[in-house]
């Protein structure tokens, strides 16, 4: 296959240039190649040539014990796939009581097997720490699972106490600790507060669980890292500008492996859509910020004090699932679809409206997170040698972002009514197209579990 005319963008070169493909590898990248007998050739003028992109924070068929997470390993690959991405690492749901990390890797790869369309990986997960746990993840380096999350709040969150000892661990190994940083006290007792008064529509939700929690947990896990040896440690889905000061803070206090992602809905919704009367759409957890956050986290993806950008996707019906908060916010399942709308969301509001330019859209979709994650220089980057995911876009083509255009298994999307221009046209996985102008045309099972390195924190 040859991709011919584009704007292709790599690590060095921005430019006209012609790729080619063979098998699953990029061969080579040259300002001008000459088709070979019965090759494919694709015509990229006018179009970007990008990175498959990358989407580190995914939650398919999540188990949250009463409700199941609405896109599986099938449909929800479907959907990264038609939204330019090649490659998810998902989030996995803790298991039955005493479940090894291990477990839920054989678990989640079963599932995701003969059903996902691009590549996946899977971050471990843990509620614990015991000698076996800690044994478990140096172990689980072998199988390619170098990262893994922890929670300051909900049903599985960790004391502080065995989070250290964790983060001592993961030190020495060299492992990533994602994050999901909010102060529980503070959440409970503000959930409790409000139920007890009756204060129970949506427009409380982010009301119970505000920025100064987020920020003392990002805080407070930031300085254990620290003291533990500089753990690498990941932010999962800043929402704030007190979050991101602190952790500039932190870096510039010399703690080089503190890294942040955030998430488009942070970055182009606000809590003002908690007072509508669909407010249950939008609950997640942590919730949408007022709007004065929004161009302090676009700064900060310009800057590069925010590394990533990833989804947190995970839908349920409003029609539905999302009905169980009708009347109390608190039963609501949290999480929002997003995992199609990334990548177009990210070059129509940062590379066309020029708040940043297409190398800086390559490694926030794509490189940091193939880097941070062990994946790099596999994926996350054109190169020769590099796995053949590539995404084309249209930097002309306008649309408007509609549920009934999307592919994930749910019945709304967050970005209902959002006009973008430049969207992707092609996606090319391990260099078989998967996507074409919006439409599906891969298979099932054509996705491969992607063994981790270690991370790349220098």
């Not at 990248?29 to 003028?45: F, K, Q, R, Y």
């Not at 529509?201 to 533990?228: K, Q």
């Not at 019906?317 to 990548?343: H, I, S, W």
Request: glycine share 12%; with cysteine; aromatic share 8%.
């Amino acid at each position: 296959m040859l991709i011919k005319h584009g704007i292709v963008v790599t690590e060095g070169f921005v430019g006209i240039a012609d790729l080619r493909i063979e098998g699953e590898l990029i061969r080579e990248i040259a300002p001008s190649l000459e088709a070979l007998p019965g090759e494919e050739v694709i015509d990229a003028t006018g179009k970007v040539v990008l990175p498959g992109g990358v989407d580190v924070h995914t939650h398919m068929s999540l188990d949250l014990g009463h409700v199941v997470a609405t896109d599986d390993f099938y449909t929800g690959t479907v959907a990264a796939a038609c939204g330019g991405t090649t490659t998810i690492v998902d989030h996995m749901g803790f298991g039955s009581t005493g479940s090894s990390i291990l477990h839920q890797v054989r678990h989640y790869q079963d599932m995701a097997r003969d059903k996902a369309v691009i590549d996946f990986s899977v971050h471990g997960v843990t509620n614990r720490v015991d000698p076996d746990i800690l044994v478990e993840m140096e172990s689980l380096i072998a199988e390619g699972v170098t990262s893994h999350k922890v929670y300051t709040t909900y049903g599985g969150k960790m004391p502080d106490r065995e989070i250290f000892e964790l983060l001592e661990q993961t030190a020495k190994l060299g492992v990533m600790i994602c994050v999901h940083p909010e102060n529980d006290g503070i959440v409970t007792y503000l959930r409790e507060k409000f139920v007890r008064e009756g204060k129970l529509s949506p427009m409380y939700h982010p009301l119970s669980r505000p920025p100064e929690a987020e920020a003392d947990a990002i805080h407070r896990i930031a300085l254990m890292a620290h003291l533990a040896g500089d753990a690498p440690l990941y932010i999962v889905h800043l929402t704030c500008a007190l979050g991101l000061e602190l952790i500039r803070g932190r870096r510039e206090r010399g703690q080089g492996r503190l890294f942040a992602e955030t998430c488009p809905q942070y970055l182009v919704l606000d809590d003002s859509l908690y007072q509508r009367p669909d407010g249950l759409k939008y609950i997640m957890s942590p919730p949408l910020r007022g709007r004065e956050n929004q161009e302090v986290l676009w700064q900060g993806l310009i800057s590069g004090e925010i590394q990533t950008v990833g989804t947190d996707h995970c839908p349920f019906f409003y029609g539905k699932e999302k009905q169980l908060g009708k009347d109390d916010f608190t039963k609501a399942p949290g999480g929002a679809p997003g995992v199609e709308a990334r990548m177009t969301i990210l070059f129509s509001e940062g590379v066309s409206d020029g708040r940043f330019d297409l190398r800086q859209f390559a490694e926030m979709t794509a490189t940091n997170p193939a880097k941070l994650f062990g994946m790099y220089p596999k994926k996350g980057v054109l190169r020769p040698g590099s796995d053949a995911d590539v995404v084309i876009f249209d930097p002309d083509r306008q649309d408007v972002i509609t549920w009934d255009k999307l592919h994930e298994n749910v019945d709304y999307t967050p970005y209902e009514g959002l006009a973008v221009k430049g969207v992707p046209v092609l996606t090319i996985s391990r260099g078989k197209i998967v996507a074409k102008d919006g439409t599906f045309v891969g298979k099932a099972g054509d996705g491969q579990f992607v063994r981790r390195g270690l991370p790349i924190t220098g």
